[in-house]
C-alpha cells in the first residue's frame, strides 16, 4: 500500500526566504504527483503535475523535482511571500492504483511579513 | 475558466440521517472522483467514475453509495448519518483517467 510522507510537518520562515518542502513515498512505480495548496477550510488548488516521466515541472516561483527511484519530490518555493501562508498536499497516483490520489498529511507554512 | 462545483458548500445532518451530495465536473471531464477530509487529516480517496461507470473504489463505507449521471454530473448518497461522517467532502474531476485532477471548493458535512 503507497504510504506517503510529508517533512517538515510545519514551518514558519520571514517574508523573502527560499524554501522547499519535502515529500517521500514508498512505492516507486507512480504514474505521476500534484501538488496542491488548501486555504484553512477551503478546497485544494492544484500547483504542479509531474508525470512518472519528468525530472521537474516550474510555475512562477514554484519548481517541483521528482526522483521517482528514490521515492521523493521536493517543491520549491522562491521569494516567499506572506500570500503563500498555507498547507501544501503532495499526491501520488500509482500505476496499480487505479485512478485514486494518495494524499501526504501536508506541510502547513507560515510566512511571516 | 470554469471550475468543479459542489452543492450544497455546507450541509448540518443529524445522525441517522440521510444526505445527498452533487458535483458538476469540468465541462468535458468525464472522470469525477469523491474524496473525504475529516478535521485536521488529508483527504482520503473513496470513488470514481469514469464515463458514467465506476473506476474505482476506496474506502467508501457500505452505507455511501455514488453515481454518474449521463451529463457526467455526479452525487454522493449517504445514508444512516454517523458522528464520524463529519468531513470536507471534495469532488475532482479530470479529462480522462490519468490526467491531472482539479478539485472543486469541498461540502462541509455536519452530522450533530
Known amino acids: 500500500k503507497q504510504e506517503v510522507t510529508q517533512i517538515p510537518a510545519a514551518l514558519s520562515v520571514p517574508e523573502g526566504e527560499n524554501l522547499v518542502l519535502n515529500c517521500s513515498f514508498t512505492d516507486s512505480a507512480i504514474y505521476n504527483l500534484q501538488w496542491f495548496r488548501q486555504d484553512p477550510g477551503k478546497g485544494l488548488t492544484s500547483l504542479l503535475l509531474?508525470?512518472?516521466?519528468?525530472r521537474e515541472q516550474t510555475s512562477g516561483r514554484l519548481n517541483a523535482s521528482l526522483d521517482k527511484s528514490s521515492g521523493r519530490s521536493t517543491l520549491y518555493i522562491a521569494a516567499s511571500q506572506p500570500g503563500d501562508s498555507a498547507t501544501y498536499l503532495c499526491?501520488?497516483?500509482?500505476?496499480?492504483?487505479?485512478?485514486?490520489?494518495?494524499f501526504g498529511g501536508g506541510t502547513r507554512l507560515m510566512v511571516k511579513p | 475558466a470554469a471550475g468543479v462545483i459542489q452543492s450544497p458548500r455546507h450541509l448540518i445532518k443529524e445522525k441517522r440521517e440521510t444526505a445527498t451530495l452533487k458535483c458538476y465536473p469540468i465541462p468535458r471531464h468525464d472522470t469525477v472522483y469523491w474524496y473525504q477530509q475529516g478535521p485536521g487529516q488529508d483527504p482520503q480517496f473513496l470513488i470514481s467514475?469514469?464515463?458514467?461507470?465506476?473506476?474505482d473504489k476506496g474506502s467508501i463505507p457500505d452505507r455511501f453509495s455514488a453515481q454518474q449521471f449521463s451529463d457526467y454530473h455526479s452525487e454522493l448518497n449517504m445514508s444512516s448519518l454517523e458522528l464520524g461522517d463529519s468531513a470536507l467532502y471534495f469532488c475532482?474531476?479530470?479529462?480522462?483517467?490519468?490526467?491531472?485532477?482539479?478539485f472543486g471548493p469541498g461540502t462541509r458535512l455536519t452530522v450533530t
Open positions: 467514475f469514469y464515463e458514467k461507470m465506476q473506476s
Open positions: 475532482a474531476s479530470s479529462p480522462g483517467r490519468g490526467y491531472e485532477q482539479y
Open positions: 499526491a501520488v497516483r500509482g500505476n496499480n492504483a487505479g485512478n485514486m490520489l494518495t
Open positions: 509531474i508525470q512518472s516521466s519528468q
